[in-house]
């Protein structure tokens, strides 16, 4: 119920918003964590908008980031939310659900999962704690 609620919002947030869903907020979006309180919308935008209650990030071109549209909105594929919040060495909880939560809806796998070299030791350190996540 919650997710569905945080996805109106965003969906009343960002109607008409050239932006693509972001990290955190992409993650929730996408069902990859369990939710959670976010204070604000992470968008990738190419300019600067006025929109209260968004985190944006600039990016040269939304054409470059790996995305698709879902309920409405344009946000990051599965495969990129997980790439970018290892990336930027995001929050350990929201990765771990994340890769739990693909893992659990991918038949305890990562196939799939297209991780570049540079993220791999990271990946691997998630992908044990993912693996385990549910079985406590």
Request: aromatic share 8%; with cysteine; net charge negative.
């Amino acid at each position: 119920m919650a997710v569905m609620v945080h996805n109106d919002h965003l969906r009343h947030l960002l109607t008409n918003v050239k932006c693509v869903l972001a990290f955190d907020t992409a993650a929730d979006f996408l069902g990859l964590s369990n939710g959670g309180y976010r204070s604000v919308a992470q968008i990738f935008v190419e300019k600067k908008q006025d929109i209260e209650g968004t985190e944006q990030t600039l990016v040269p071109s939304l054409k470059n980031i790996k995305c698709e549209e879902h309920n409405g909105l344009m946000c990051t594929t599965v495969n990129q939310t997980i790439i970018d919040l290892l990336e930027q060495n995001g929050d350990e909880q929201i990765i771990t659900e994340g890769l739990a939560n693909y893992f659990d809806e991918h038949n305890e796998s990562f196939d799939g999962l297209e991780i570049p070299k540079h993220l791999k030791s990271r990946f691997e350190k998630y992908k044990m704690w993912a693996m385990e996540y549910y079985e406590e």
